[in-house]
Nanobody
Framework: QVQLVESGGGLVQPGGSLRLSCAAS????????MGWYRQAPGKQRELVAA???????NYADSVKGRFTISRDNAKKMVVLQMNSLKPEDTAVYYC?????????WGQGTQVTVSS
């Protein structure tokens, strides 16, 4: 059974930081492209950041320079470090694991940036 379990969301003031973690089980983690997506109310889900098996990363333009994605294949974890958070970063953040036709999602974690 595949499970992706996110943690680390919460309420933070503008300019603050949060660290999201995703623990994976039931997959050969090191082979998967791991990503973080987000969905704000009334908007489509969008890619925030992704990291390939070789460590190559891809970021949405809106988060470049502020967010960093990393992975630990031994621990089967992917982390999203979010700095200089803005109110427009408010959304539910989802962990994703993708390999060819296999596409798995976590349950999501809420991030709210507000003063």
């Amino acid at each position: 059974q595949v499970q992706l379990v996110e943690s680390g969301g919460g309420l933070v003031q503008p300019g603050g930081s949060l660290r999201l973690s995703c623990a994976a089980s039931g997959i050969s983690f090191s082979f998967y492209v791991m990503g973080w997506y987000r969905q704000a109310p009334g908007k489509q889900r969008e890619l925030v950041a992704a990291i390939a098996r070789d460590g190559n990363t891809n970021y949405a333009d809106s988060v470049k320079g502020r967010f960093t994605i990393s992975r630990d294949n031994a621990k089967k974890m992917v982390v999203l470090q979010m700095n200089s958070l803005k109110p427009e970063d408010t959304a539910v953040y989802y962990c994703n694991a993708r390999l060819m036709s296999n596409d798995y999602w976590g349950q999501g974690t809420q991030v709210t940036v507000s003063s």
